[in-house]
């Protein structure tokens, strides 16, 4: 059983930045596929960034270049630095583990966390 708690949500204007974390206990990080997820109102929820066991990174086209994803291995913390944001990138982004190999696809999620939510203001 893996238990996924993200922080770091909040409001911010166009071009600005925010950090998001996902602290994950009750199994190694490193056993699972990791990736945030985001549900804007009324969309499907989607993929946004991910990072798999031997830490190739795969992001949405959306959001290269501007988002990275990382994981502190040690401390079991998965981030999402998110840089240049946009009033499209307002959602709730959700930390997501997966035992696969993939963790593109809410079909291969195992675990979710609560959510956070971001706001982004022109």
């Known amino acids: 059983q893996v238990q996924l708690v993200e922080s770091g949500g909040g409001s911010v204007q166009a071009g600005g930045s925010l950090t998001l974390s996902c602290a994950s206990s009750g199994a190694t990080s490193l056993a699972y596929c990791m990736a945030w997820f985001r549900q804007a109102p009324g969309m499907e929820r989607e993929g946004v960034a991910g990072?798999?066991?031997?830490?190739?990174?795969d992001y949405a086209d959306s959001v290269k270049g501007r988002f990275t994803v990382s994981r502190d291995s040690a401390k079991n913390v998965l981030y999402l630095k998110m840089n240049s944001l946009k009033p499209e990138d307002t959602a709730i982004y959700y930390c997501?583990?997966?035992?696969?190999?993939?963790?593109?696809?809410?079909?291969?999620?195992?675990?979710w966390g609560q959510g956070t939510q971001v706001t982004v203001s022109s």
């Open positions: 997501a583990a997966s035992p696969f190999a993939s963790c593109r696809a809410t079909s291969d999620i195992a675990y």
């Open positions: 990072i798999n066991r031997r830490g190739i990174t």
